[in-house]
Structures are given as C-alpha cells and as structure tokens.
C-alpha cells in the first residue's frame, strides 16, 4: 500500500527552466510534508517542508503549493541549475503523534542540462 | 553534513548469516530512525528508538531488530539474511519534542547480500 504517490519518476529540465513535482497522500492523519533530496552516495537532505495550515511556502528557488482539499502537494524548482540534478523525494508524517515515522514516495530522478 | 555517522559504509554478506549496523546520532538528538531504500525506490520505515526502546515499527519481520544506548546511538540487527535485503540502509536522528520533526540522515551503510 503505497501512502505517498510521486510523479514522475524522472525528469529533465534545461538550464534555467523550471521543474516540478507532484505528490498525492491518501492517510488524512499526515500534517508535516517535507521534501528531501538525495545525491548519489549520500543520504536524503532536508529540502523544504510544509503544515497543511498553509498553501505555498517558498525558500529561495525552492516553492512547496499544497492543496489540503485534493490532498496534494507539489515542488517547483525555479531556474533549475545543474547542481540541483539529484533525487527528490516527497514525504509526509503525522506529526501530532508519538511515532513520527516518515512515509517517502518513490522518487523523482531531476536531471538538469546545461 | 548532518553530524550523522553510520559504520559500515559497504558490507557484503551471504544468505542466512547476520549483520550489525552501527549509528551515531547528532549531538543533542535523542532519536533514531532507521530506514530500508532499496533501489529506485524512497526510504521504508523500520523501526524508530526513543529512550532507548523501540517507539513503532514498520512492516518489517522481527529478525529486523534494534537497540539504542545511553549516548542515543544505535544499532540495527538483522539475522538470516536474504536476498531481499540488499539495500541501503539509512539512520536518520531527530529531537523529540517541539512540534518538529526533521529527521537528518547519514550517507548510509550499503547491504550486499549474496
């Protein structure tokens, strides 16, 4: 069962374009939804993170929209640069409890050309 | 870099024998998630320490085993290995409490079971 669906599986961008991520959850208990991204040989890093409480919330070229109603939400990477090829991974958790157990999608391969 | 330390970072193995994980957290965390990322695919929640006992599981055969100690490191066991084990296996270390849940990850220790 798979909690968190993430498309697409991969993508490629042009320099300075803009990519973006989508992300649907089904569990309505999950209020906290972080995105991480990964390199190769590394572990997931924390990129950017939403409540539900808002719809956007943006850090530098980096904006998360999310729509409580369709339970979605989605990453923009605005002029997309070569050093931001990488996995991306959306997650969501039900922060109010005690297990804060993160559920990850599968990913999205970002391949960004110069 | 997260301050997150895992040992291995490679390991091969054959089927049916047991490995140990090692974790150290960031300092002033005093929590331990470890997750399974097989590849292509996102992270999958094993199991989370707190206080040094197991605080929620995910879906995983108890031969996937943990423990934490007083310095809020931590240890993954698996026994009889198979096959489907080949993974990467990431520790992520976290602060209870304050509303917040961000999870920092190691790089990871890659499983190789023959």
């Known amino acids: 069962q798979q909690q968190v669906k993430q498309s697409p599986q991969s993508l490629i961008v042009q320099k300075g374009g803009i990519s973006i991520i989508n992300c649907a959850y089904e569990?309505?208990?999950?209020?906290?939804f972080p995105w991480y991204q990964q390199f190769p040989g590394k572990g997931p890093a924390l990129l950017i993170a939403i409540r539900p409480d808002v719809s956007e919330k943006k850090e530098g070229r980096f904006t998360i929209s999310f729509n409580k109603s369709a339970k979605q939400f989605s990453l923009h990477i605005m002029d997309s640069q070569p050093g931001d090829s990488a996995t991306y991974f959306c997650?969501?958790?039900?922060?109010?409890?005690?297990?804060?157990?993160?559920?990850f999608g599968k990913g999205t391969l970002l391949t960004v050309n110069p | 870099e997260t301050g997150v330390t895992q040992s291995p970072t490679h390991l091969i193995k054959t089927r049916g024998q047991q490995v140990t994980l090692r974790c150290s957290s960031q300092?002033?965390?005093?929590?331990v998630s470890w997750y399974q990322q097989a590849l292509g695919q996102g992270p999958q929640f094993i199991f989370q320490y707190y206080r040094e006992e197991e605080n929620g599981r995910g879906n995983f055969p108890p031969r996937f085993s943990g423990l934490q100690f007083p310095n809020y490191s931590s240890e993954l066991n698996v026994n009889a290995l198979e096959l489907d084990d080949s993974a990467l296996y990431l520790c992520a270390s976290s602060q209870r409490g304050g509303g917040k849940n961000i999870q920092y990850f190691g790089a990871g220790t890659r499983l190789s079971v023959l």
């Open positions: 300092s002033g965390h005093n929590t």
């Open positions: 997650a969501a958790t039900p922060i109010g409890g005690s297990n804060y157990k993160l559920t």
């Open positions: 569990n309505t208990a999950f209020d906290y």
